[in-house]
């Protein structure tokens, strides 16, 4: 088997796999197809991430490298945040207020966890030489989105919000920690990262991040435009005539049985 | 909401995501003196690249939404037709820009491992933009539900 192929069937396919086993998981509403989208999302995320193994010389194997490394801090961010949310004033699916602690617990190690892969000695290396590319791409655009986004939500909340200093304080504490983050990936080397290379990778992520912001805006763009042009092509919907007075009767009478009961006290 | 206020807030938003970045280049320049690290044709080459490939994927994903869409219209043809064009266009554009010359090329040798590698990295970009989006909101969320519990109405007292 040539190497594309084998590249197309261990890597590729799976990775659609995960794709189209999310979509029909969430679009269906019987049990049947929601498994199976499930299964599907499952059996292709394990061959992506095994696909260092089955391709090792594709150069794509990386990004299921970094899948494997990158799944447990952020599992521990996504657990901790589930845990601090319903731990909270909610009305439904209330957890245990001692599960905030918890949450705080998760969250702090999943953040120590990918500090410690960027400057300490759990950098993704692949082929036990390099760094895995896919990580100096991963990381400086995580922090970035994290600094920016958060600052936006601080903002929002003061603008839209009322009365909301304090959340708004807590969004502008995230986005002051990502950002130390990133000064120190500019300045500091790490074992296996050094400043340098950390600097040309954050600015590409800058551009990047700028250019997937407009990319997506355009195909949105576009997708409205085919649907406006699509819904102005086709025929204004026929009038349905007025009720009749044996409609408005009917129609009466069966407002008048369903309204009443006994008044509160 | 009156359309100033909207105005005013957009850009009130559009500065707050711009603050971070225009913060750390001005560190980061003070601490090092200098600003050697920016390359701008690489950077150019990044853009345009991420900026080709998030527009082809994007219209991939947004063309299989077309068929929710379709389930509420009677399965019409023409919005299926001008989608396939729009990620016709993207694929093509995507193809002969890499296959002009160095201009999209970043250290890969061929138009195809470039459009792979362009794949991949906006597959991983994608990745950190979802799981910082989860983080973000999701810290909203825990701030608001662990905050102080406000009183709504007074008769609920």
Same mark, same amino acid.
């Given at each position: @088997?040539?190497?594309?192929?084998?590249?197309?069937? +261990?890597?590729?396919?799976?990775? &659609? @796999?995960?794709?189209?086993?999310?979509?029909?998981?969430?679009?269906?509403?019987?049990?049947?197809?929601?498994?199976?989208?499930?299964?599907?999302?499952?059996?292709? +995320?394990?061959?992506?991430?095994?696909?260092?193994?089955?391709?090792?010389?594709?150069? &794509?194997? &990386?990004?299921?490298?970094?899948?494997?490394?990158?799944?447990?801090?952020?599992?521990?961010?996504?657990?901790?945040?589930?845990?601090?949310?319903?731990?909270?004033?909610?009305?439904?699916?209330?957890?245990?207020?001692?599960?905030?602690?918890?949450?705080?617990?998760?969250?702090?190690?999943?953040?120590?966890?990918?500090?410690? @892969?960027?400057?300490?000695?759990?950098?993704?290396?692949?082929?036990?030489?390099?760094?895995?590319?896919?990580? #100096?791409?991963?990381?400086?655009?995580?922090?970035?989105?994290?600094?920016?986004?958060?600052?936006?939500?601080?903002?929002? @909340?003061?603008?839209?919000?009322?009365?909301?200093?304090?959340?708004?304080?807590?969004?502008?504490?995230?986005?002051?920690?990502?950002?130390?983050?990133?000064?120190?990936? +500019?300045?500091?080397?790490?074992?296996?990262?050094?400043?340098?290379?950390?600097?040309?990778?954050?600015?590409?992520?800058?551009?990047?991040?700028?250019?997937?912001?407009?990319?997506?805006?355009?195909?949105?763009?576009?997708?409205? #435009?085919?649907?406006?042009?699509?819904?102005?092509?086709?025929?204004?919907?026929?009038?349905?005539?007025?009720?009749?007075?044996?409609? #408005?009767?009917?129609?009466?009478?069966?407002?008048?049985?369903?309204?009443?009961?006994?008044?509160?006290? | 909401?009156?359309?100033?206020?909207?105005?005013?807030?957009?850009?009130?938003?559009?500065?707050?995501?711009?603050?971070?970045?225009?913060?750390?280049?001005?560190?980061?320049?003070?601490?090092?003196?200098?600003?050697?690290?920016?390359?701008?044709?690489?950077?150019?080459?990044?853009?345009?690249?991420?900026?080709?490939?998030?527009?082809?994927?994007?219209?991939?994903?947004?063309?299989?939404?077309?068929?929710?869409?379709?389930?509420?219209?009677?399965?019409?043809?023409?919005?299926?037709?001008?989608?396939?064009?729009?990620?016709?266009?993207?694929?093509?554009?995507?193809?002969?820009?890499?296959?002009?010359?160095?201009?999209?090329?970043?250290?890969?040798?061929?138009?195809?491992?470039?459009?792979?590698?362009?794949?991949?990295?906006?597959?991983?970009?994608?990745?950190?933009?979802?799981?910082?989006?989860?983080?973000?909101?999701?810290?909203?969320?825990?701030?608001?539900?662990?905050?102080?519990?406000?009183?709504?109405?007074?008769?609920?007292?």
């Amino acid at each position: @088997m040539s190497e594309i192929l084998k590249a197309l069937l +261990l890597f590729w396919l799976p990775l &659609s @796999m995960i794709a189209l086993g999310a979509w029909v998981s969430l679009s269906s509403k019987g049990n049947f197809r929601t498994n199976f989208g499930r299964i599907t999302a499952i059996i292709g +995320l394990l061959m992506v991430c095994s696909s260092p193994w089955t391709v090792p010389s594709s150069p &794509s194997s &990386s990004i299921g490298h970094l899948i494997g490394f990158i799944i447990g801090p952020s599992s521990l961010l996504l657990i901790g945040i589930y845990l601090l949310i319903f731990s909270g004033s909610v009305p439904v699916g209330k957890l245990p207020t001692s599960d905030r602690n918890l949450g705080i617990f998760c969250m702090t190690l999943g953040s120590v966890w990918f500090c410690l @892969m960027q400057w300490g000695v759990f950098t993704p290396i692949y082929d036990g030489e390099d760094v895995n590319r896919f990580w #100096l791409i991963f990381f400086p655009t995580l922090l970035l989105m994290v600094a920016s986004l958060s600052s936006v939500l601080s903002i929002s @909340m003061l603008v839209i919000g009322e009365e909301r200093q304090t959340e708004s304080s807590v969004m502008r504490s995230i986005s002051l920690i990502s950002m130390v983050l990133i000064i120190c990936g +500019l300045t500091f080397d790490g074992k296996n990262i050094s400043s340098d290379t950390f600097t040309t990778y954050f600015w590409l992520s800058v551009s990047d991040l700028f250019g997937i912001l407009v990319g997506i805006s355009l195909s949105i763009f576009i997708f409205g #435009l085919v649907i406006y042009i699509y819904e102005k092509s086709i025929d204004e919907p026929k009038s349905v005539p007025p009720p009749t007075i044996d409609e #408005l009767s009917q129609a009466s009478q069966k407002i008048a049985n369903n309204i009443g009961g006994v008044e509160s006290e | 909401m009156s359309e100033v206020k909207q105005t005013l807030n957009l850009k009130l938003i559009s500065i707050a995501f711009l603050l971070p970045i225009v913060l750390i280049w001005v560190i980061d320049s003070s601490l090092k003196g200098d600003f050697s690290n920016l390359d701008t044709s690489d950077s150019f080459t990044r853009f345009a690249n991420a900026i080709l490939t998030s527009y082809t994927l994007g219209s991939i994903i947004l063309l299989g939404n077309l068929f929710f869409y379709a389930d509420s219209r009677k399965r019409p043809l023409a919005p299926l037709i001008g989608m396939v064009l729009a990620v016709s266009i993207g694929v093509a554009a995507t193809l002969a820009l890499i296959g002009m010359g160095p201009m999209l090329l970043e250290a890969n040798g061929s138009v195809m491992a470039q459009t792979v590698y362009n794949m991949g990295h906006t597959i991983v970009s994608f990745l950190a933009i979802s799981l910082a989006v989860a983080i973000c909101v999701g810290s909203m969320f825990a701030t608001l539900t662990n905050g102080k519990k406000r009183i709504i109405f007074q008769e609920e007292e």
